[in-house]
């Protein structure tokens, strides 16, 4: 037998686990770098708009910055290509236990996914039950159910999350690709 | 006969004229509103990708961002969705007469436009040679075919005019939509 030489093990690059989790933006990240690493996915978040107005510029082609102020968004964070088809969705956080309010989508966001959906996208939420550590797919055709019923007599504000437990798509958290949304998109929303 | 009173026309909204084909990309912005309004298509450019350093919070609910610096793109600077089929473009002035160089077109950007390219998207350049006051639209794999070849031995470092002339789609100024590019794509790249 050939008596292989003790091997230490290169240092791994360091991941901070501590982040990991952190927020749903970096989660939703870091999985795109994945799909797009291993050719699954060219999904990118949009960068925040911002509204410049004033720049100096202190040093030879550096222009600097010095007034500015964050614009409201007027489509959504995420969008893409995956098998051909257009995705685009919007990330979005609630610490309630029991609903996710309808007044965490802009009606520009809405908007936006209404005409995606209208003219053959895949358009939906991802949704961070902060409390119940759970995550859903919730389709667009589901969100806008209860954004137009919100403004009829009796109409609720929210989207309960019992309705997410039984009418949206449970995503699970793992270790890479964090999210693995598109697993459920291809499975349901194809 | 009845005798209309004589009615003086409202005063119509101000269009500054001067400003039609002024630039590029505020004339693919307004053709893209074009397309939303007429539900032709959902394209939008994306924000301009800012790194912010230091925010102030001088009112309440108003932040200020107080120094903050320009990035460099690591995408194109518009997708959206055209009958179901996801679009990725870039546009690209040049002053030059005899072609347009390729480093007008960030080593990202080809990546991009590449991946978008074997992902099924439909990726091109919007190319306005000022001098001429022309436009086109040029496929990736035109584009790409040029790119690779730089690098070869003698490999020219741009796509020169009379190519776009014969092997690219040109695109029509007009007064609504100013740059009908989504006709040229679906005769051409579809």
Request: proline share 6%; aromatic share 14%.
């Amino acid at each position: 037998m050939i008596k292989y030489p003790i091997k230490r093990k290169a240092p791994e690059k360091q991941t901070n686990y501590a982040n990991l989790g952190m927020t749903l933006e970096t989660d939703i990240i870091a999985t795109n770098a994945y799909y797009l690493a291993n050719h699954i996915a060219v999904i990118h978040k949009k960068p925040t708009p911002i509204q410049v107005v004033n720049v100096s510029y202190p040093a030879r082609n550096k222009a600097k910055i010095t007034e500015a102020y964050y614009k409201t968004p007027s489509t959504t964070d995420f969008n893409g290509l995956y098998k051909g088809r257009y995705i685009d969705f919007d990330a979005k956080e609630t610490n309630s236990e029991t609903s996710m309010p309808l007044k965490n989508v802009h009606l520009h966001q809405m908007e936006h996914l209404r005409n995606v959906h209208e003219h053959g996208g895949i358009a939906f939420l991802i949704v961070h039950f902060k409390k119940h550590n759970e995550y859903f797919v919730l389709p667009f055709s589901l969100l806008e159910e209860y954004w137009q019923s919100q403004h009829q007599a009796n109409g609720r504000k929210s989207i309960p999350y019992e309705v997410f437990r039984e009418r949206a798509y449970p995503l699970k958290f793992a270790f890479n690709p964090r999210l693995d949304y598109l697993s459920v998109v291809e499975r349901f929303l194809f």
